[in-house]
């Protein structure tokens, strides 16, 4: 074996340097902000202690709003998970190039927001410490968990998602940890020696691994859908008006991507100003997030408003009264949700500009999700207070207690993908630096164009 | 034994794998090794379209209906819960689990299915060098002793998998391949001592 030292391309290393800058030891800033969130999620539990030795009363639930915040911040939560895999995975099937740098931070976003969302059905529960009787099993007090309760149905889809939307990044990861495992030393080359399960990147290993990772995408995609439409079913099959819709499945579904896709983007700034990554998260990846946007913005719209418009023209009394007190009741909050959700990305993502504008995408995509996230309010709320019987009508605040636990969320997320990010590779390296291989100039006519050579 | 040679480009790695099959030694013996995929024939040609790891995720679907409809439906029916005139065995929840284990068993069968394909995790030490996660391309030669054939897949031809330069002895078959890849340029040649 020679010792002669290795001229090794520098593109490539200079590539695996810049993608891989998430895992270079830690800075100041990094630390203040796992402290902050860390403080945060602290004060969370906190809330979540008193909570449970208190009773539910410390909440503001009471009849006949029994679910509140922590269902809002479910569904929300739930709704967030869903782009992430599934534009992973559709663009993945459609080999859209343009996606490979976006990869990894959307599907990191799945694993990461369905795990929250999996705590608040728990949060919710009342007595906490019998959270097992979710899970069915036969026991010795003869009870069986009654499987015509959609909440079963969601512990169900939201374990299969958990795991799917695991197995789908770890799938991705797979070659990059290979990468990371070569250039690493201690305690990370032994976690990723063993992560990385011996890939050498033979040519029979890439061919098996891209029918897998296409069949994967085909199958995450469908389950994606089930858990968001058996999320919109637990309103849905329900009598409550407001609720008991047959459009409710498609339109949780669509809100359900045009959070995902907006948090998908601001992630995607976030990544790209901290870690230095302008060169992979170029204007062209928010232009064609941002046209992605557009579009589930004007499903998102259509679908509302044939919802609102069904309920005015039928002119149905209940209906009625549970829509007029909502948007009475809720009159900014339904503006806001109006112009985050439609208004503003309908119009602003027309021009090519704002698309291509970090900042302006920034603002529009925080907008969206302060949209989604009071459109959940409004749906779960005011039905729940202008219920069929007027006698037992009333009103929701929520309590600091439930304020601390969904600030807590918000902070364990962030906390999670900062912890990610600084342990795994963020950007999808090995699908990136395939594009940059297969990259040729094509001439054609008296110009050179770029093209990318063989199929994927 | 197999030899493994350090390429700088994919070109030289090209010219390599060209010099070796023209030497006498087999498709089926070469393979590259890249931390990016490159198309099937630019260096080494797998021979294996048909993969078999799919039919582990049909298995593991299958699997997994039975198990969701056995799960909702079967313990309805041992354990009844008699609510109004509803089915003991309502069609629509039982119908739900039932999908979400047929979906949950198949992605797990595809991910098993597929380490098992790729023979992944590896529990013996193999030949890698870690200059191929910076952009190097390792080209892979598996030498069988002299005088055997060489092991074929399944759907190549007998003739196209016994090589000429085979019924030389291990250690001429590693030195000619040797001469090929420094011809080629490689950067640098790891051996396997043959257990």
Redesign the interface.
């Known amino acids: ?2 010792d ?1 030292r ?4 520098k ?3 200079l590539m ?1 340097d810049e993608m891989l800058s998430s895992l270079r030891p830690p800075g100041l800033a990094w630390y203040a902000l796992i402290a902050f969130l860390g403080a945060v999620v602290a004060w969370g539990l906190f809330a979540f202690g008193y909570q449970i030795t208190r009773g539910m009363y410390v909440t503001g639930l009471d009849r006949p709003v029994m679910w509140g915040l922590y269902i809002v911040n479910f569904v929300f939560w739930v709704g967030l998970s869903h782009s992430g895999t599934m534009v992973s995975a559709i663009l993945r099937l459609s080999q859209a190039n343009w996606r490979r740098p976006i990869l990894r931070a959307a599907e990191a976003m799945t694993v990461f927001s369905i795990s929250v969302a999996g705590l608040f059905p728990l949060i919710h529960l009342g007595r906490n410490w019998v959270f097992f009787y979710l899970i ?1 099993y ?1 026991n010795q007090r ?1 009870l ?1 968990p ?4 959609p909440l ?2 969601d512990a ?2 939201i ?2 998602y958990i ?2 939307s695991v ?2 990044l ?2 991705g990861m797979l ?1 990059d940890l ?2 990371v ?3 690493s030393s201690g305690w990370r080359h032994a976690l990723f020696r063993l992560l990385a ?16 990772s296409t ?2 995408a085909a ?2 995609i ?2 994606a859908v ?1 858990v968001h439409s ?1 999320v919109a079913w637990d309103f849905a099959v329900t009598v409550v008006p407001g609720w008991h819709s047959t459009i409710f499945p498609p339109y949780f579904v669509i809100g359900a991507i045009l959070s995902g896709v907006a948090a998908v983007i601001t992630l995607m700034i976030i990544i790209r100003r901290a870690f230095h990554l302008e060169e992979y998260l170029t204007p062209l990846h928010f232009d064609n997030m941002g046209k992605l946007l557009l579009v589930i913005s004007l499903l998102w719209s259509y679908a509302y408003f044939v919802e609102v418009q069904t309920t005015w023209y039928a002119h149905e009394p209940i209906e009625w009264e549970v829509f007029s007190f909502m948007s009475g009741r809720y009159t900014v909050p339904l503006l806001v949700m109006l112009l985050g959700n439609s208004l503003l990305p309908i119009t602003a993502l027309c021009f090519k500009r704002v698309r291509r504008s970090i900042g302006a995408m920034l603002v529009i995509t925080l907008l969206v999700n302060v949209g989604m996230l009071i459109e959940r309010f409004l749906i779960i709320v005011p039905s729940l207070s202008h219920k069929n019987m007027p006698f037992v009508w009333g009103s929701y605040r929520p309590s600091w207690v439930e304020l601390s636990i969904t600030a807590a969320a918000f902070a364990g997320f962030a906390l999670l993908y900062a912890f990610f990010v600084k342990l795994f590779p963020m950007v999808a390296l ?1 699908d990136v ?2 594009l940059e ?2 990259s040729v100039s094509v001439p054609l006519g008296r110009a050179e164009l770029p093209s990318i ?3 994927e | 034994m197999e030899i493994l040679g350090v390429f700088a480009d994919v070109e030289s790695a090209g010219r390599a794998v060209d010099g070796l099959l023209g030497e006498g030694f087999t498709e089926a013996q070469v393979t590259s090794l890249s931390s990016v995929p490159y198309p099937d024939g630019v260096l080494a040609k797998t021979g294996r379209h048909n993969t078999w790891f799919h039919w582990l995720a049909l298995l593991g679907g299958i699997g997994g209906a039975c198990a969701g409809f056995l799960l909702a439906a079967g313990t309805a029916w041992v354990y009844p819960v008699q609510t109004g005139d509803k089915p003991i065995i309502a069609l629509y929840p039982t119908a739900i689990v039932t999908y979400e284990f047929t979906m949950l068993f198949a992605m797990i069968g595809a991910i098993v299915g597929m380490l098992l394909e790729m023979k992944l995790p590896s529990l013996k030490k193999r030949l890698y060098d870690p200059a191929i996660a910076e952009g190097c391309i390792g080209i892979s030669l598996s030498i069988h002793p002299g005088g055997e054939a060489v092991i074929c897949e399944a759907g190549v031809r007998p003739e196209e998998c016994i090589g000429p330069v085979s019924s030389l002895s291990a250690a001429e078959q590693k030195e000619r391949a040797e001469e090929v890849m420094r011809a080629a340029g490689v950067l640098r040649i790891i051996g396997e001592v043959q257990p």
């Open positions: 074996m020679s002669k290795i001229p090794v391309s593109s490539d290393t695996n069915p036969p003869g069986w009654n499987f015509r309760s079963l149905w169900m889809a374990t299969t795991i799917g197995l789908f770890y799938l070659p290979a990468v495992r070569d250039r399960l011996g890939w050498r990147g033979t040519a029979h290993e890439w061919t098996v691994y891209h029918k897998a069949l994967m199958l995450i469908p389950v089930s058996i090995s630096r395939e291989a297969r050579a063989g199929k």
